[in-house]
């Protein structure tokens, strides 16, 4: 082990499924990660919504 083996690391995903209809729905997406030791150049914090609109047949 080193010394970055105690650093903070947070992971969090959701998903929202909201149905207006029988064939109609709206889906949320969010993803948040927080990562103090990243191997890649990137940000520490990281995160993305999406919103989207799906039609059943």
């Given at each position: 082990m080193n010394s970055n083996?105690?650093?903070p690391r947070w992971f969090f995903?959701?998903?929202f499924y909201i149905t207006i209809s029988k064939y109609w729905s709206?889906?949320?997406h969010y993803d948040q990660n927080f990562?103090?030791?990243?191997?890649l150049p990137?940000?520490?914090y990281y995160y993305s919504m999406?919103?989207?609109i799906?039609?059943?047949l």
């Open positions: 083996f105690g650093l995903d959701s998903n709206f889906i949320l990562d103090a030791f990243r191997p990137i940000d520490r999406s919103l989207g799906q039609l059943k």
